[in-house]
């Protein structure tokens, strides 16, 4: 019903910067909120950023000051800036959105895009 594409992962040195992209699409009537999360080997998976389609803002403490996450409601698409990259934030993000479908009074789903790989080496 819904897929979501991600984009923009990848290498980079401590101190540098990506810039992740996720785009939903298909069934859409409205989405409700959009986020990141993000899972390194032997780890859980846990909460990066999200957004509201009020743009209300959500983030983990350890991406705070660091990361931004911001959104195109016109795209169902939302972006994450990553800047001063540790070698800690090396995971693969995955972008997540909770989609109200098909009409105002459908139901609201979870769904995951398929993952990028952020590396970022020492």
């Known amino acids: 019903q819904v897929q979501l594409v991600e984009s923009g992962g990848g290498l980079v040195q401590a101190g540098g910067s990506l810039r992740l992209s996720c785009a939903a699409s298909?069934?859409?009537?409205?989405?409700?909120?959009m986020g990141w999360y993000r899972q390194a080997p032997g780890n859980e998976r846990e909460l990066v950023a999200a957004i509201t389609n009020g743009d209300s803002t959500n983030y983990a403490d350890s991406v705070k000051g660091r990361f931004t996450i911001s959104g195109d409601n016109a795209k169902n698409t939302i972006y994450l800036q990553m800047n001063s990259l540790k070698p800690e934030d090396t995971a693969v993000y995955y972008c997540?959105?909770?989609?109200?479908?098909?009409?105002?009074?459908?139901?609201?789903?979870?769904?995951w895009g398929q993952g990028t790989q952020v590396t970022v080496s020492s």
């Open positions: 997540n959105a909770n989609v109200k479908v098909f009409r105002w009074d459908g139901p609201s789903y979870r769904y």
């Open positions: 298909g069934n859409i009537f409205r989405v409700n909120v």
